[in-house]
């Protein structure tokens, strides 16, 4: 346990452009993570195999999830930011772990099957032993917690199965991986359109990106669902009227939440004004975000070194467990 403080680890898949979702319920957890504990933040490159095995794309993504993350707040100075490919320990340990991970357990986990039946053509061994790479990722650090959304507890818990396999068959390594976020119940950033919340599968123009520009932000949030207005003082809000107030929330001041609540219980609230205020804030949210990530892209071997800085780190701490892994197992001959 480096400096006293306990380990988290996290993993981000390299797919793409970051949205308010993922600010509001993982990037911002990970920010205030950074001072508290060592962590251990990787973009999953070697994951992002199992399903997108066409790589063109793969180094502008790498370079883009590093940036965004960068640009919201990560330091890699305080954390370890790097790529699973830079730490060739994940793919021994991955192998370790493979034999006592059982073909029918990892065939019954819920993202196998929806990997099947989405990509009948590719279900290869990466995709059903995907859950093992996670595993190696977060022990390979001897890490205890993993911040990360709902959609990852059934990996976590195949995670706590496989660490504990491994210390019960050649002894204690491994603390068993845990889930961990700040808030209870995980910030949900709720969708333009009113319904369910954002995400990079649903609905574009409802979803607000980092990289959108000023005018797309307006565009977007203009859009967003309202009606005629409340009649009665006091009325309960429909959901999307609610779902613009947790908007706001987020990123207006308390003075202006507080000016529309009230103009929305004494009936003289007007949609198109809430909507142009709930614009430019959002719009002065997210442009600095924006720009900070241009100028990171920009610099090419800043990045590099970033990542050989990220590289180091978990290349150590790697080092470190497989002496122990190898020990314990039995594989140390020398
Ligand atoms: N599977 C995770 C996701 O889809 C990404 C990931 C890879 C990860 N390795 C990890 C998450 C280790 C936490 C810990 O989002």
Redesign the pocket.
């Known amino acids: 346990m480096p400096g006293g403080k306990q380990i988290v680890?996290?993993?981000?898949?390299p797919t793409g452009f970051l949205h308010l979702g993922n600010y509001f319920g993982a990037i911002r957890n990970y920010v205030k993570m950074q001072d508290e504990f060592e962590c251990f933040f990787?973009v999953?490159d070697l994951?992002s195999l199992t399903t997108h095995p066409d790589t063109k794309e793969l180094k502008a993504n790498v370079h883009r999830v590093l940036a965004e993350n960068i640009a919201c707040g990560l330091d890699p100075d305080k954390v370890a930011l790097y790529c699973q490919s830079h730490v060739p320990e994940t793919a021994e340990l991955y192998l370790y772990l493979n034999m006592m991970a059982y073909k029918g357990e990892l065939e019954k986990t819920t993202t196998f099957k929806d990997k099947v039946r989405q990509n009948p053509e590719n279900v290869n061994a990466g995709l059903l032993t995907y859950p093992v790479?996670?595993t190696a990722?977060?022990i390979l650090h001897r890490a205890k917690y993993?911040p990360?959304g709902k959609d990852?507890e059934q990996?976590l818990e195949m995670a706590r199965t496989f660490a504990n396999r491994f210390n019960h068959r050649y002894g204690d390594v491994f603390p068993e991986p845990q889930a961990f976020n700040y808030n209870q119940q995980l910030i949900k950033v709720p969708s333009l359109d009113g319904v369910g919340k954002m995400s990079k599968s649903e609905n574009q123009m409802a979803t607000l990106y980092l990289a959108d520009t000023d005018d797309m932000i307006r565009k977007k949030v203009m859009k967003a669902k309202t009606d005629s207005g409340p009649v009665e003082p006091n009325s309960p809000k429909p959901d999307y009227i609610e779902n613009i107030f947790l908007l706001m929330k987020l990123v207006s001041s308390d003075e202006v939440v507080k000016q529309y609540e009230t103009a929305y219980n004494d009936c003289s609230i007007r949609y198109g004004d809430f909507k142009k205020q709930l614009a430019e804030d959002m719009v002065n949210f997210i442009a600095p975000i924006r720009s900070k990530v241009d100028a990171i892209l920009g610099d090419e071997e800043g990045l590099k070194q970033i990542m050989k800085k990220g590289a180091e780190k978990a290349n150590k701490s790697a080092g470190e467990t497989m002496k122990l892994v190898r020990k314990a197992s039995g594989l140390n001959y020398f």
């Open positions: 680890m996290s993993g981000i898949r990787m999953a994951h790479l996670q990722d977060i993993v990360v990852q990996h």
